[in-house]
């Protein structure tokens, strides 16, 4: 096996882990709507985020909102300094690589995430911190400039997350050695595999297209319903079910369906395990 056919390996299972949990999601709070009870968002698109920091605003919002709330304002309490705030983070982003799997690679897992936001927050912080400075030392009106929040990329987020990817899921030391020494290797990649992960990515941006259109529509009857106005097209926009895109990305994902789901094999959802 080569290291193409591990990176498109790496990509297929991030893809798949995405939609296992960003389903679950979705499903739950569409049963929950059938009894009157809304659920928070689990996810907004974080295959989108620029920064790290984003990204984990974005993935699992509910868990990490909960780790933010619980674990890491507490530890914050006891102390904020810099140096504080990134033991801080290490350790909450350790105790996410243990709740997702009692093993040392998950544990290493998570504190590399953890690393990876520290470093980021840190960097953030002195780009603050110079700004500052400048307007001190030259007399600028605080709000005259603005500093801006340092920036990876989506490409080196997700990029960091699927490379990391198998601390995650491996049991042990032995297999995720074995699993990162065959990038050091070159070797053919079935077209096939090719083709059902181009296949699963334009599936995944049309859902996510048509999610948007959802959660558009979903806010409006909110607020039409915090101010008790009527759900009129004037307050809800129904056009957009309505509409050629609409209309076009619907069709386009029941014949990719049709042309893919009768060679699909039916496996566990990933996170049955949780």
């Not at 984990?56 to 780790?67: D, P, S």
């Not at 102390?79 to 801080?88: E, H």
């Not at 909450?92 to 998570?110: D, E, I, Q």
Request: with cysteine; proline share 4%.
């Amino acid at each position: 096996r080569g290291w193409q056919l591990t990176m498109l390996t790496l990509l297929a299972f991030g893809m798949q882990q995405y939609c296992d949990f960003s389903g679950y999601s979705d499903m739950a709070r569409g049963v929950a709507k059938l009894f009157g009870v809304e659920l928070s968002r689990n996810f907004l698109r974080p295959v989108r985020s620029g920064t790290f920091r984003e990204f984990w605003q974005r993935w699992h919002v509910t868990f990490m909102r909960w780790m933010r709330d619980y674990a890491f304002r507490p530890l914050q309490s006891m102390g904020s300094s810099p140096l504080r705030s990134a033991v801080n983070l290490l350790i909450v982003f350790g105790l996410t690589g243990l709740w997702h799997g009692a093993r040392w690679p998950a544990v290493v897992w998570g504190l590399l995430l953890g690393a990876a936001l520290a470093t980021e927050v840190a960097v953030t912080d002195a780009r603050r911190r110079a700004t500052l400075s400048i307007r001190r030392s030259t007399r600028i009106a605080v709000g005259a400039t603005t500093t801006r929040r340092f920036r990876v990329g989506p490409f080196l987020v997700m990029g960091l997350l699927l490379f990391s990817l198998p601390l995650q899921v491996l049991p042990d030391w032995t297999s995720v050695n074995t699993f990162y020494r065959t990038l050091l290797k070159s070797g053919p990649v079935p077209w096939q595999h090719v083709i059902a992960v181009v296949y699963a990515a334009v599936c995944i941006a049309l859902v996510d297209r048509h999610q948007v259109a959802f959660e558009r529509d979903e806010d409006r009857r909110r607020i039409a319903d915090r101010y008790g106005l009527a759900a009129t097209p004037a307050t809800v926009d129904l056009s957009l079910i309505g509409s050629w895109q609409w209309q076009l990305r619907t069709a386009l994902m029941v014949s990719l369906v049709v042309l893919f789901g009768s060679n699909a094999v039916a496996a566990e959802f990933y996170y049955f395990q949780f």
